[in-house]
C-alpha cells in the first residue's frame, strides 16, 4: 500500500515552453502533498505544499508563478514548470502525506528528470 | 528551529562488514526522525522511522538505528552489508509538536559503496 506515482518520469524540453508533472497517490487519499527539487549529488529542498481544494503554500525564494501547483482532488497534484529555463532542470519528486500509527508519514514518488534545452 | 547533519558525506565499506551512517539532529522536544534510501535515478523508500516509542528501530533489509536524545544522535547501523545496499542515505527530522503541519528537513545524504 501506500503508493506515489509520477508522470512523466522523464522529460525534455525547450526553453520557454512548459511541462506539467503529475503526483497520483494510487492507493490512498492525500489532502496535502509535497513538492521537491533535487540537484545532483544533493539534498531534497521543499518547494511546496499543496493542499487538496486550496492555494499552494510555496517556500521562500520558490516562484509561485513560476512553478503553478494544481491539487484538485484527494489523489492528484500537479505542478507545471512555466516558462522553463535550464537552470529550472532538475530531479522533481512529490511525496504524499498519510496518517499511520499517529503520525502522518510522507510517502514519495518515483521523481521525474527534467532536462531544459 | 530543525537542522539534520550528516557526518560523512560518503561511507565505504566491504561486503559483509558493519555499517554505519551518522546523523545529529537539532528539534523541537519531540522530535520524529526518519531514514530514506535512494537509488540511482529512483525515489525514496523509508528505512525506519523513531517516532517516541522505543528508542532503538528496527527497519526493512536488516538496518536498524538507535535514537539517543542525550547525543541528539540517529546514527543507521546494519551488521553485514550487502552489494544492494550502495545507495544514498538521508536522515530526515520532523518536529511532532507543530503536528498537522509537519515538515521534512532532509540531511545531505550520505553516499554508501560496498567494496565487493
Known amino acids: 500500500g501506500a503508493v506515489v506515482s509520477q508522470h512523466p518520469s522523464w522529460v525534455i524540453c525547450k526553453s520557454g515552453t512548459s511541462v506539467k508533472i503529475e503526483c497520483r497517490s494510487l492507493?490512498?487519499?492525500?489532502?496535502?502533498m509535497f513538492w521537491y527539487r533535487q540537484f545532483p549529488k544533493q539534498s531534497l529542498m521543499l518547494m511546496a505544499t499543496s493542499n487538496e481544494g486550496s492555494k499552494a503554500t510555496y517556500e521562500q525564494g520558490v516562484e509561485k508563478d513560476k512553478f503553478l501547483i494544481n491539487h484538485a482532488s484527494l489523489t492528484l497534484s500537479t505542478l507545471t514548470v512555466t516558462s522553463a529555463h535550464p537552470e529550472d532542470s532538475s530531479f522533481y519528486i512529490c511525496s504524499a502525506r498519510q496518517l499511520a500509527g499517529g503520525t502522518y508519514e510522507q510517502y514519495f514518488g518515483p521523481g521525474t528528470r527534467l532536462t531544459v534545452t | 528551529a530543525q537542522s539534520v547533519t550528516q557526518l560523512d558525506s560518503h561511507v565505504s565499506v566491504s561486503e559483509g562488514t558493519p555499517v554505519l551512517l551518522r546523523c545529529n539532529y537539532s528539534s523541537s522536544y519531540s522530535p520524529s526522525l526518519f531514514w530514506y534510501v535512494q537509488h540511482p535515478n529512483k525515489g525514496l523508500q523509508l528505512l525506519l522511522k523513531y517516532t517516541s516509542a522505543a528508542t532503538l528501530v528496527k527497519g526493512i533489509n536488516g538496518f536498524e538505528a538507535e535514537f539517543k536524545k542525550s547525543e541528539t544522535s540517529f546514527h543507521l547501523t546494519k551488521p553485514s552489508a550487502h552489494m544492494s545496499d550502495a545507495a544514498e542515505y538521508f536522515c530526515?527530522?520532523?518536529?511532532?509538536?507543530?503536528?498537522?503541519?509537519?515538515?521534512?528537513?532532509f540531511g545531505t545524504g550520505t553516499r554508501l559503496t560496498i567494496i565487493p
Open positions: 492507493d490512498f487519499q492525500a489532502t496535502t
Open positions: 530526515v527530522v520532523s518536529d511532532r509538536t507543530n503536528f498537522g503541519n509537519e515538515k521534512l528537513t
